[in-house]
């Protein structure tokens, strides 16, 4: 048994796929499949149900694969250890990002991250919330940006800064004429939200209450705001927005912008990491460096 054994039987199980876990990780199909199949042999057990598709483990592949995974941690932990007794901060960090903070968020900490660990390899994903917890229980990503509170229990997350809702208005609604908006005020069936799947839907329908099982005039399958302020753009509507994003609206469409008049209308951006986890080093060089850019 070896660790590029047990790194490839995680890549398929994550993955779903010989072809894609190959790809994953940068070798042939062949080469990882006999890999697989060298483990599998030498353990004398099947680890992964090839008739399903996705390719998913076996019960005994499951509880292999758990105990993979704090292997791997152990592994990748002594390589760290070992980094910061050197005074350095190196290695890969896999990060998730969710969709409502990526496009506003990322350019503003990454450069200058990159400048003071020049050792640290980022690898970036966009993810919606849902599948950054599930990534980050089998260690498929080390670390995630997401809103304060959303990730639920097995997940550690390291409180950054506050970022506050904002209504964004049609100039054809009729709150468009107000700069102070309350919660109440809005006419729920006027709302366009964000699809389901990203955490900000849901801590607007928190917010509104009364919106919960009300039809509203449009949804759709999209995790970007922008789409939705350009929707608002050409329909009598509205949509909330985060404090984020107002910067990268245009100068003629600022007056679109209006504050809630209402406790509780913000969110935390958050860190967010399993547990269990490693590279602390590293996650600690991420955090501060983002607390420093919006100090």
Same mark, same amino acid.
């Given at each position: 048994?070896?660790?590029?054994?047990?790194?490839?039987?995680?890549?398929?199980?994550?993955?779903?796929?010989?072809?894609?876990?190959?790809?994953?990780?940068?070798?042939?199909?062949?080469?990882?499949?006999?890999?697989?199949?060298? =483990?599998? @042999?030498?353990?004398?057990?099947?680890?992964? $149900?090839?008739?399903? /598709?996705?390719? &998913?483990?076996? %019960?005994? !592949?499951?509880?292999?694969?758990?105990?993979?995974?704090?292997?791997?941690?152990?592994?990748?932990?002594?390589?760290?250890?070992?980094?910061?007794?050197?005074?350095?901060?190196?290695?890969?960090?896999?990060?998730?990002?969710?969709?409502?903070?990526?496009?506003?968020?990322?350019?503003?900490?990454?450069?200058?991250?990159?400048?003071?660990?020049?050792?640290?390899?980022?690898?970036?994903?966009?993810?919606?919330?849902?599948?950054?917890?599930?990534?980050?229980?089998?260690?498929?990503?080390?670390?995630?940006?997401?809103?304060?509170?959303?990730?639920?229990?097995?997940?550690?997350?390291?409180?950054?800064?506050?970022?506050?809702?904002?209504?964004?208005?049609?100039?054809?609604?009729? =709150?468009? @004429?107000?700069?102070?908006?309350?919660?109440? $005020?809005?006419?729920? /069936?006027?709302? &366009?939200?964000? %699809?389901? !799947?990203?955490?900000?839907?849901?801590?607007?329908?928190?917010?509104?209450?009364?919106?919960?099982?009300?039809?509203?005039?449009?949804?759709?399958?999209?995790?970007?705001?922008?789409?939705?302020?350009?929707?608002?753009?050409?329909?009598?509507?509205?949509?909330?927005?985060?404090?984020?994003?107002?910067?990268?609206?245009?100068?003629?469409?600022?007056?679109?912008?209006?504050?809630?008049?209402?406790?509780?209308?913000?969110?935390?951006?958050?860190?967010?990491?399993?547990?269990?986890?490693?590279?602390?080093?590293?996650?600690?060089?991420?955090?501060?460096?983002?607390?420093?850019?919006?100090?």
């Amino acid at each position: 048994m070896t660790i590029i054994q047990l790194e490839y039987l995680l890549a398929v199980a994550n993955c779903g796929s010989f072809s894609v876990a190959a790809e994953h990780c940068f070798v042939t199909q062949p080469s990882l499949s006999m890999q697989v199949k060298a =483990l599998e @042999e030498e353990l004398g057990v099947v680890l992964l $149900d090839r008739s399903k /598709k996705p390719i &998913i483990p076996t %019960s005994v !592949g499951e509880v292999v694969l758990a105990q993979a995974r704090e292997t791997l941690r152990a592994y990748n932990y002594i390589r760290e250890s070992v980094a910061e007794m050197k005074g350095e901060t190196a290695g890969k960090m896999r990060l998730g990002v969710i969709p409502t903070i990526a496009p506003y968020l990322l350019h503003k900490f990454i450069p200058s991250f990159v400048r003071q660990y020049p050792k640290v390899e980022l690898e970036i994903r966009e993810m919606v919330t849902a599948d950054i917890v599930e990534a980050l229980k089998k260690d498929r990503i080390d670390a995630a940006l997401v809103a304060s509170g959303t990730c639920g229990e097995g997940i550690v997350e390291h409180d950054l800064f506050s970022d506050r809702f904002y209504a964004y208005v049609s100039p054809e609604h009729p =709150l468009f @004429e107000r700069s102070n908006i309350r919660i109440e $005020d809005i006419d729920i /069936k006027d709302l &366009i939200l964000l %699809s389901r !799947g990203n955490c900000m839907r849901d801590q607007i329908l928190e917010l509104c209450q009364a919106m919960k099982g009300v039809t509203t005039h449009y949804y759709f399958e999209s995790g970007s705001l922008d789409t939705l302020m350009r929707i608002v753009d050409c329909t009598p509507y509205m949509t909330i927005i985060p404090e984020m994003a107002l910067e990268f609206i245009p100068a003629d469409h600022r007056n679109r912008v209006k504050t809630i008049a209402k406790g509780a209308t913000s969110r935390r951006i958050a860190l967010a990491v399993s547990r269990t986890y490693v590279k602390r080093s590293i996650v600690e060089a991420l955090k501060q460096t983002i607390l420093d850019t919006f100090s």
